[in-house]
Each structure stands twice: as C-alpha cells, then as structure tokens.
C-alpha cells in the first residue's frame, strides 16, 4: 500500500491510499482524512473520504496549492499510527429481493447489459459460481456490509462486504449505463453493493428494492428529521431479505411516520475482525438481534 | 410576488454561487454555470454579487413583473425585449409594474443569467437557493422554474437604468474555444502518445451537454497503460475503485469521449480521470452550444493560477467601474 497525491486542477488534492480496494485502505484514508479535518487548515473547505482515497478541496486564493500538499503530507504519519477503530452503528435494512419495479427496469434495459436473456440476478448468481439464484441472494445478505463511501448522488451509500477477499461478489456494471433506476433500488457493480437513494440514471445490477427512505429533502420522514441524509461512512448495513407482504406493510409505516429502522450500536475494531471474521460479524448481529 | 414566468423557455432555474460543504454526501455545489456573468449581472442591478438570479439556457423564458425592479442579462448574447423595446446586454435597465420582459433568438454563447434588483428570494435550501433538481433541493420546491410560477424577489428598485460593463471586460470564449487543463488525478494510466493526442486533436461539443457535464467527441480514442486491474475497481481499463470527482474534472469511460464535471455533477464514481479544467476556465464551458469546437491546453499549476488572478482582476474592475 503507497500513498499517491496528486493535484486535482488548481483547488483539490486528491489522495489514494491505494489502488485496490480493501478495508485497510479505507481505514487509513477515513484516518487521514479526520487528521486533515483535525489540522483545521485555513483555506480548506471540503474533505471528503471515499472508498480507499479521499479528496481536500481547498481555495488557492487562501492557500498556496504546493503548501496545502506539503501540509496534508505532513499527516500520513498520523493516519499510520490511529487505531484502526470505530465506535458505529449496524443497521438493518428490509430488502424485497427479485421486486417487480427493478424486474421492469431491468427487462427495458436489456440490449444494455452483458446477458440479454436472464435477469441481472440470474447473471449475478452465474458468474460468481453458485447453481441457483436463491444462493447468491443468501450469501447477499447473510453476512454485513460496511459503508465505504457516500456520494455520486444525494446521499448514495458505497457498501463493502465484510468477508474475506475470495468470498467478495463481484459484478460488473452494465455496458452501458441505464437512464433509469427505480429509486431505493439495492444495486451491484464491482466488489460494492449500493443503495440508489433517488431515482436517476446508473448502471449498477440491480437485485431488489428497499421501502426504507434512505434521503428525504423535506425532512418529513421520521428517521430523516434530524438530517436529510441517512448514511455516514462507518456505518455497518445487514440487509433483511423481506416479501411483498412485509413490503407493503413497512412502506405503510414509513408514510404514517410509525416506521423505526433497527439500529444497535456497535465497535468496530479492524485488527479483531481480522483476526476473526465470522466471530467479529456474529458478535455486532447479536447486538442487531437484542435492539 | 414580483416575477410572473408566463413562458419558462428551457431548464431556467434559479442559481446563485452554490453550496459547500455537503459534497461529501453526495451533494454538488451547485450554482451558475458561469458565475462570471451572474457576478456581473448581480453588480449592475446593485445586488451582493451572490445573490439567486436565472439561468437560462439557449433560449429565454417570458416574465412579467408585477413591481418595479432594476434588471440586467449577462451571459449568452440574444436580444432582449421590454414590452417589445429592445435593451442593451451588460447594462442595466428598468422594467416597471405591469411590463414584460422577454427574448428573441439565441446568436452566441449558451447561457444567459437574469439579475432583478433585491434578487430572488425562495427559500434556502442547504445554505443556497441553487436548484439541484436530482435531490429536489433549492429552486422552486426543488425544480427548475415552470410557467405560473410567481418568484419572490427582494422588492427594492434598485439603481436604475444606465450602468453596463464595458466590452473588454466581458468574458465569452472564443472560437476554436480553449480550455486549459492541468494533468493529474489518474493521468499515469494514459500512455504518452495518448496523452500527447488528447492535446493535438480538435474536439467538438457532443449533444450531452448540462449542468452535470459537457462531453466531447471527435479526438482519437485514448489508449491505457498495460495493467491487471486492481480488485474493487471493474474489469474495464477506463475503472478505477469508486473515488471523489473533482470540480472540472475529465474522465474518459472507456477511453472515447471527454466529459467535464460541472456544478451538478455526480460527487464520485469509477471512471479515471485524467485531470481538470483550471478554475479559471470552468465558467466558459458554460457558454459552449453543441458542436462548438474545442482545443485542451496542457498548463502547470503557475498558469492556472496565473489565469485564476487574471479572473480575479477582471470581476474587480468590474467592481471599480460600476462603484
């Protein structure tokens, strides 16, 4: 893992802890990133952290570019030694896998994507080895997910399995991106799974839909009155595969304002899950189970 | 109530310079395309100079003021009318109770911003009145403006007819337009015979063309250093894992057509990019129809802030003139 900085024109530095993805590097890129914020630095004014990389916007009129980089260099040795630890929330999130609106979406989209004659789950599923559809949408959701990043729209959340390397699905997104996408729409592409938190275009596989708002402008939504957004990175996601029956009833709750998302909260110490993956996951659904 | 859209024109929404600060959520900044001409058309009506103005693309919308108000249209060039008289552009005039005011023809340049004396006051939404109509911030209940909408604007009079910006203090691009580029962010995945043709060749602007980007056609396909992708980034040579955008930022999905980010544009994704446009230059891209064409200048960080002050310089004697 090398730290590469680079300029991004005249009022970013950009810097990738590494090229591939791992949680490693998204540790150190969250770890560096609150150092940036910590430094208070005149002249910044965006830090943002994504999956294994993070980006300073910051006002050349303020700050000369070349001292900016020198300042945010100066912190790598800080991001080395934090403790690769987290106290977080886990979150479930109701998923209503193989839809019919995604299905819609999907089929109108088709000379788009790799396999016209199957679903994007059935194309999935094949890919990744397993005989049925069923299969793949358990190992979905059996064990959870860390959200790595958020963006590319209005509060987009960037999910990483936590698994090991071999066991990580992977998808590509679709050859060419879809105009449409059913808003809540749980989607895939590369090794991260995503929630589309407004209906727009994307090209990730889509696999279900969630009724559980995630982004409400108006802030009317009981769990979005605080703030519009609902996801950090940090937070640890399990998906909930649910039926339409149960559909139904939760997007009833939502509107009535009775709806209330299970959440526990949660320790996340990286060298521990390491060490035990299965251990370390089993130990933060407990917590999940007992909210 | 003093604006009466009776005819919106084409994705006319409200901006002023934007928000910051949420870019990290997935929420862009936002804010006129060319924030040059919104300064400029905001000094001349004797507005602070961020204050929400129009934005309208190709074609004008058709207003009638129900208050008097100081008015003045920077940007894009297209007569401008009051009940049928025409105005001059880059000055200010007075459109009285009753009057309306409307626009012919596009001749030049792609977008035109709307300064009414006292601004235009909706609500804030996120620190700014920007319209960001994907996450239905900002704006009109979060879109772009529709016929019947009546916008409130700050009611005072303002300074009245007679002030304008002289023409050498006007910025349009020229034809070929150019726009300078500093290499960067993922710039080592190009080869160098690739990097050095992105610079060589004449581009021409695509038909997608908006507030999230501008994209390009007409170079040569760009071609990738040799690499065995890293893991989490996608199979193709144009992937990379999922990162931030910067503003201005170009990236290349599948090595064959430029697109810039712009105000709206998406906060992160999985395409390289190569660079960006200089900050100095991003208000021009905002003025470019369709099919305009393009040449990429390769500068260094000295330029690019060399022709940042240059800006600078140009609003401030923007400023002295019309003090």
């Not at chain 1, 990580?168 to 991260?192: A, E, N, S």
């Not at chain 2, 990290?24 to 000094?43: E, K, Q, S, V, W």
């Amino acid at each position: 893992m090398k730290t590469r900085y680079t300029f991004g024109g005249d009022e970013h530095v950009y810097i990738e802890m590494d090229d591939e993805m791992s949680l490693d590097a998204f540790f150190k890129s969250l770890s560096m990133s609150n150092a940036v914020r910590d430094a208070r630095i005149e002249g910044v004014t965006e830090i943002c952290p994504a999956n294994a990389s993070f980006q300073v916007r910051f006002d050349p009129d303020v700050i000369h570019p070349d001292d900016i980089m020198t300042r945010i260099k100066e912190l790598e040795h800080k991001a080395e030694s934090a403790e690769k630890r987290l106290t977080t929330r886990i979150v479930e999130i109701p998923v209503y896998y193989q839809d019919p609106w995604t299905h819609e979406t999907l089929m109108r989209f088709r000379e788009r994507h790799q396999d016209p004659n199957g679903t994007d789950l059935d194309y999935a599923a094949k890919i990744n080895g397993f005989s049925t559809v069923e299969e793949f949408i358990e190992a979905h959701h059996s064990q959870p997910w860390f959200v790595s990043m958020v963006g590319f729209v209005a509060g987009l959340p960037f999910l990483y399995q936590l698994v090991e390397r071999d066991k990580q699905l992977q998808v590509p997104k679709y050859l060419r991106p879809r105009t449409d996408t059913p808003k809540l729409t749980v989607g895939y592409g590369g090794c991260f799974s995503c929630i589309y938190s407004v209906r727009g275009a994307g090209g990730y596989q889509m696999f279900g839909v969630t009724p559980m708002p995630i982004y409400d402008p108006e802030q009317k939504v009981s769990h979005l009155k605080d703030f519009m957004v609902f996801f950090k990175p940090g937070d640890i996601v399990k998906w909930k595969p649910i039926n339409r029956a149960e559909y139904d009833a939760i997007t009833a709750a939502v509107e009535d304002g009775s709806y209330v998302p299970r959440i526990a909260e949660v320790e996340f110490d990286l060298d521990e899950f390491n060490a035990d993956m299965r251990g370390t996951n089993a130990k933060m659904l407990e917590a999940l189970n007992d909210a | 109530m003093t604006l009466k859209i009776n005819n919106p024109g084409l994705a006319t929404s409200i901006q002023d310079l934007g928000r910051q600060g949420y870019f990290h959520l997935g929420i862009p900044m936002g804010g006129a395309m060319d924030r040059f001409a919104l300064r400029a058309a905001n000094m001349l009506v004797g507005n602070d100079e961020g204050a929400a103005c129009l934005e309208a693309v190709f074609m004008g919308p058709e207003i009638e003021f129900t208050r008097t108000a100081t008015v003045a249209v920077t940007g894009a060039q297209l007569p401008i009318k009051v009940d049928g008289e025409i105005q001059e552009a880059w000055s200010s005039f007075v459109v009285k109770a009753g009057q309306t005011l409307s626009f012919e023809f596009l001749q030049s340049g792609a977008r035109l911003y709307i300064a009414v004396s006292g601004g235009i006051t909706t609500p804030k939404a996120l620190g700014s009145r920007s319209t960001y109509p994907i996450g239905a911030l900002g704006g009109v209940e979060g879109r772009a403006v529709q016929a019947g909408d009546e916008l409130p604007t700050g009611g005072d009079e303002g300074p009245g007819a007679g002030r304008f910006v002289s023409e050498n203090l006007r910025r349009m691009p020229g034809s070929p337009a150019i726009l300078r580029v500093l290499p960067g962010l993922y710039w080592h995945r190009l080869t160098e015979a690739a990097g050095n043709g992105f610079f060589e060749d004449e581009w021409m602007v695509a038909p997608e063309a908006d507030r999230m980007g501008y994209r390009f056609k007409g170079g040569r396909p760009l071609e990738f250093v040799d690499r065995e992708q890293p893991f989490g980034a996608g199979a193709d040579p144009s992937n990379i894992v999922d990162g931030c955008y910067s503003y201005g930022s170009i990236q290349v999905p599948g090595g064959t057509e430029p697109i810039v980010l712009h105000r709206d544009a998406v906060s992160g994704g999985g395409y390289f990019t190569l660079g960006a446009i200089i900050s100095a230059d991003m208000d021009l891209i905002g003025q470019l129809q369709p099919h305009t064409p393009v040449k990429f200048e390769r500068v260094d960080m000295r330029a690019a802030i060399a022709a940042r002050n240059d800006r600078k310089l140009l609003l401030q004697k923007i400023r002295e003139e019309l003090a």
